[in-house]
Structure formats: structure tokens, C-alpha cells
T-cell receptor, first 115, second 114 residues
Framework: DAGVIQSPRHEVTEMGQEVTLRCKPISGHDYLFWYRQTMMRGLELLIYFNNNVPIDDSGMPEDRFSAKMPNASFSTLKIQPSEPRDSAVYFC?????????????FGPGTRLTVT | AQSVSQHNHHVILSEAASLELGCNYSYGGTVNLFWYVQYPGQHLQLLLKYFSGDPLVKGIKGFEAEFIKSKFSFNLRKPSVQWSDTAEYFCAVSYGGSQGNLIFGKGTKLSVKP
């Protein structure tokens, strides 16, 4: 298996622009997570899905952030409009159900820079 | 609020030195414990995990961790580090069976001098 795939790997955009980050989870995994990593706050869980349904989005910082999972093999995280404080590395992770579900497999991340 | 604390922000060691990275969590109930490693420029990878049973857990690359419930701790150890262990190490905890509630510490950067 190719693992969790994220695109793009790097994104540089100007303040006010819309940014869309993409994730393809490992085939067969039914949980998908979006995290944000910054120096100041470390790794933060933004939102997670189970069987394509959002379960907990309490970590989404504000209404400018939205996430969707239209099917089992694809998810997006959108920021509109983007701000410089959104600059971070965004990770997607996926896992199986059951006790093994606690082991999350991470993608390579998208490094977002908002100028 | 539930939290995970990693005591050291940056640890610098020489090769062959012993390593111990501290991790404490705040919750007194059922927990699952993990250590993840992030090598430079790479994604997070699972190093080891504890769900139940023997509190001394062995992971990949010679790492081990000990769960001490009375101290709310899950410290990571390696008897002899190598230059290739240079990475950032994250402790993570999931509480009470909640699937998504995986809380990470802020990480400890380990630099190993050759």
C-alpha cells in the first residue's frame, strides 16, 4: 500500500486566497484525521471522520476552515480566506476500526505558507 | 483539560549515550499510550504503543517505554543512541476509548552528535 497520500506537499499563497488540501487515506481504513502542526502549539487535531461522516470538528479553529469527505478514498481541508497565522504543516492520518484503530498512519504533510 | 507533557524540548546526546525522554499525561482513567517519531523531512511513524498487559513495551529500532500508572508516565528509553536516531519524538495518549481523542505532546527534538 502506498500509505496516506497528501497533496500538495508545499503550498505558498497570499492572504485572502482559498487553499484546498487533499488527502487519500489507506484503502480499507474507515477513520480519517486532519491535524495541524506549528512550533507554538504542536500537533492539534482539527477534525476526524468515521465512514465519511464528521465525528468531531471541535478542533477546527474557525469558520474559515472546512473539511469534507465525499467518499472513502478522498478528503479535503479548505481554508477560505487564508491568513498568515494559518501557516503550518497540515497532516492527514487514517486508521482502522476496533482497538487497532488507535494506531494512526500519517501522511507526509502539506507545508502551507500564507504571505 | 486532558493534556500530555513532554519535559524536554531539545535533547542533545553523543552517540552511544543512553536516552530517556519523559512523558506525563493528566487523565486518571483508561488510556492508550503511543510514541511517534518524525525523522527530518518525513511524516510521523509509530515507534511503539501500549494498550494493556506488560507495562514495559518494546518498539522498533531498540526503543522501549515503560507505563507507570501511579506516576501517569510513559517514558521512552534507548540504551545506546545512534546518529540516525536524530528526530523529533512525540508522546500521544488516547483517553477512555474515544477513537479520535488522540492528544499529542509538543514533542522532543533529539539531536545525536556523531
Amino acid at each position: 500500500d502506498a500509505g496516506v497520500i497528501q497533496s500538495p506537499r508545499h503550498e505558498v499563497t497570499e492572504m485572502g486566497q482559498e487553499v484546498t488540501l487533499r488527502c487519500k487515506p489507506i484503502s480499507g481504513h474507515d477513520y480519517l484525521f486532519w491535524y495541524r502542526q506549528t512550533m507554538m502549539r504542536g500537533l492539534e487535531l482539527l477534525i476526524y471522520f468515521n465512514n465519511n461522516v464528521p465525528i468531531d470538528d471541535s478542533g477546527m479553529p474557525e469558520d474559515r476552515f472546512s473539511a469534507k469527505m465525499p467518499n472513502a478514498s478522498f478528503s479535503t481541508l479548505k481554508i477560505q480566506p487564508s491568513e498568515p497565522r494559518d501557516s503550518a504543516v497540515y497532516f492527514c492520518a487514517s486508521s482502522l476500526g476496533g482497538q487497532a484503530s488507535y494506531e494512526q498512519y500519517f501522511g507526509p504533510g502539506t507545508r502551507l505558507t500564507v504571505t | 483539560a486532558q493534556s500530555v507533557s513532554q519535559h524536554n524540548h531539545h535533547v542533545i546526546l553523543s552517540e552511544a549515550a543512553s536516552l530517556e525522554l519523559g512523558c506525563n499525561y493528566s487523565y486518571g482513567g483508561t488510556v492508550n499510550l503511543f510514541w511517534y517519531v518524525q525523522y527530518p523531512g518525513q511524516h510521523l511513524q509509530l515507534l511503539l504503543k501500549y494498550f494493556s498487559g506488560d507495562p514495559l513495551v518494546k518498539g522498533i529500532k531498540g526503543f522501549e517505554a515503560e507505563f507507570i500508572k501511579s506516576k501517569f508516565s510513559f517514558n521512552l528509553r534507548k540504551p545506546s543512541v545512534q546518529w540516525s536516531d536524530t528526530a523529533e519524538y512525540f508522546c500521544a495518549v488516547s483517553y477512555g476509548g474515544s477513537q479520535g481523542n488522540l492528544i499529542f505532546g509538543k514533542g522532543t527534538k533529539l539531536s545525536v552528535k556523531p
